[in-house]
């Protein structure tokens, strides 16, 4: 079984900061990918950044340049910094990993930045 919590959402001013966190636990599966979407309130959920074997990350067109997704591999953590944050950017975080077994999520944590 496959286990995601995720961790370091908050309030934070436009132009903040915040590391968001996912650790991932259980056994018997290995990991291909690790991902971040989020969810504002009212739209749909959506993709974020992505981290897959061998460390290639790629973004989201309005997060370049600001988030980094970055793992540890011997923690099982992936993790999200977001600088230079927006209002726009408030919204539930939620990490997810595709593995041998499937898909999993975690239970998002939320976001706000307030203007």
């Known amino acids: 079984q496959v286990q995601l919590v995720e961790s370091g959402g908050g309030l934070v001013q436009a132009g903040g900061s915040l590391r968001l966190s996912c650790v991932v636990s259980?056994?018997?599966?290995?990991?291909?990918?690790m991902y971040w979407y989020r969810q504002a309130p009212g739209k749909q959920r959506e993709w974020v950044a992505l981290?897959?074997?061998?460390?290639?990350?790629d973004y989201a067109e309005f997060v370049k340049g600001r988030f980094t997704i970055s793992s540890d591999n011997a923690k099982n953590t992936v993790y999200l910094q977001m600088n230079s944050l927006k209002p726009e950017d408030t919204a539930v975080y939620y990490c997810?990993?595709?593995?041998?077994?499937?898909?999993?999520w975690g239970q998002g944590t939320q976001v706000t930045v307030s203007s």
């Open positions: 981290i897959i074997s061998g460390g290639t990350t």
């Open positions: 259980g056994s018997g599966f290995t990991i291909h990918g």
């Open positions: 997810s990993i595709r593995t041998t077994i499937g898909v999993s």
